[in-house]
C-alpha cells in the first residue's frame, strides 16, 4: 500500500489529497494548496507546480470526485492494512506486522506473535524496520538507561564497565517524561507563532486587495506565499511534536533530536511580517527573512534555534546521516525559489571564512564539488581568513575589485531573468558582482562556515539588516 500512498500526495504540502481538483495539464492538488499557489502568481501568467506547464489565464478547477472517494476510503482503512512494515516470517506473501521484538530484531503478525516467546528478554515493540537504532553499537544490547551526564540512552554494559561508568543515570520512562514537559513547551510556542503567522497573513491579504500597482501586489503575494510555507512548516512541526508528546515507546521520544530546538522561535517572522513598504534602495525586492534548513545542516556546524544563524563547531553535532544532509561545513535554507525576485541580507563575523549564495536543491552533499562555489550548481560570495573576498561559480574565482567596509550584505535573485546579484551594505550599497544564468532548477539560499580556519568564532546570520 505504500506505493498507492505515494499517488495520493499532493506535491505542495506533500500531504494526503484534501478537496482534490485537476488543473488543465491533468495534474492534481488539494483545492487549498494550488489555490493559494495560483495567489502567488499575481495576475498571471500562470503554471503548474508539477510540470510547470504554462496557462495565460488562471486555470478553472475541476474537482476530481474519484480521487476524492479514493483518498476517504484510504484514509478510513485500518490502519494495520497499511502499514509498511512486514512480517519478518510470513514467506507467501506481504503481510502487515503488529509488533517487533528487539531481541530477536525480527517483526511479527498476529499469527507469529502468538507462538512468539514471552521471555523477559524478548521485548516487544511497534513495527519497526530499524531495530538496529534501539540496541548499543558497541554491545549490541538493548538501550535501557538514559545518561543524563552525556544525555545518551545506553545499555547495562555501557552502565556496568562501558564510557559511561559512574555516570548519573535513570531510566528511559523517567528521562522520556522529562522531554515531554520540555515538548509542551516547544508545542505551545509553536501553535502561538502559527496563530501569529496566519494575523499577518490576513493582515497583507487585506492590504493586497487596496494595491492597484501589479508589480507591488505581486510582492505582497510573494510575501504572504513565503507566510504560508513557513505556516506549513509549523504546522508540520506541531504535528510530530504532538506526536511524540503522545508517544508511550520512551526509546522513540529520547532518540528524537531535533524536535526540542523549535520551540525558541522568536523574532523568526520579524522581517516577513512587515507590511510592503516599497522597494529598497537599489530598487529590489523588499528584504525577505531566510529560515534554514537543519536537515541539510552538517554535524560540524551550529545551528540557532530560530534557524537563523549558522556557525562552526568544534564538537560534533550527532544529527542524523541521511542524503540530504551536507558532510561538511554547510547548510541550506528551507525556502525553494522557482520564479519571482527575492532578497535577503547576511551579518558575517568579522573573523575566519565563510560562502554564501544560492544552490540548487540537488547540489553534491559530499565529495569535491559539494563546496559552494565549486560546481556548476552553486553560486556564492566567499572570505578568506586573510579578508580575502572573491566570487565563485563552476569552480571559477573572480577576485573583489575593492577592501570591504561592512560585515554585510545582501543577496537578489531574480529567478526569470537569471541574475543573482551580490551587494555589500555598505554606506552607500556597493554592488559586487551579478551572475547570469539560465535556471533549470528550483534554488535555496546556501551559507557556509570554518572552511580554512575551523575556529568556533566564524559565523552567519540571516535577517533582514536596515540600512
Known sequence: MASVRDELICCICLELYTDPVTVPCGHNFCRLCIERFLDSQGFGPYNC?????????????????????VVTHFRSSPRKEVSGVPCTYCIHGTVPAIQSCLHCQASM????????????????TRPSTNLKNR?????????KYYCKEDARCICPSCRLDGEHQGHPVESLDLAAGRKKE???????????????NEKKIHKLGEQRRTIRDQQAAQLVSEMIRCLEMKTMVLTQRTDRVLE?????DALTVLLDQESELWGNT???????????????????DLAEDILLDLSTAANNVRVSPDLRTVSWAAAFQKRPETPARFRYNQVLGSQRFTSGQHCWDVETSESGDWRIGVAYGSVDRRGDQCYLGDSSKSWCLRK??????SVMHDGKVITAPHQFLSHKFRICLDYEAGNISFYELSDPIQQLHTFTATFTEPLHAAF?????????????RVGKIET
Not at 540496541?135 to 538501550?143: F, G, R, S, V, W
Not at 520540555?182 to 501569529?196: F, Y
Not at 578568506?384 to 573576498?389: G, T
Open 49 to 69: 507546480p508539477e510540470c510547470r506547464a504554462d496557462f495565460q489565464q488562471r486555470p478553472a478547477l475541476q474537482r476530481n470526485i474519484t480521487l476524492c472517494n
Open 109 to 124: 503478525c498476529d499469527d507469529h506473535l502468538q507462538v512468539h516467546s514471552t521471555e523477559p528478554e524478548h521485548i516487544l
Open 135 to 143: 540496541q548499543c553499537p558497541a554491545h549490541k544490547e538493548i538501550l
Open 182 to 196: 520540555k515538548l509542551r513547551e516547544v508545542l505551545q510556542n509553536l501553535n502561538s507563532e502559527r496563530e501569529e
Open 244 to 248: 511524540l508528546c503522545n508517544e508511550t
Open 266 to 284: 522568536e523574532g523568526e517572522n520579524d522581517a516577513m511580517g512587515d507590511l510592503y513598504q516599497g522597494p529598497n534602495p537599489e530598487g529590489k
Open 384 to 389: 578568506l581568513h586573510k579578508n580575502q573576498y
Open 448 to 460: 557556509g562556515v570554518g572552511y580554512w580556519l575551523c575556529s568556533e568564532e566564524s559565523w552567519l
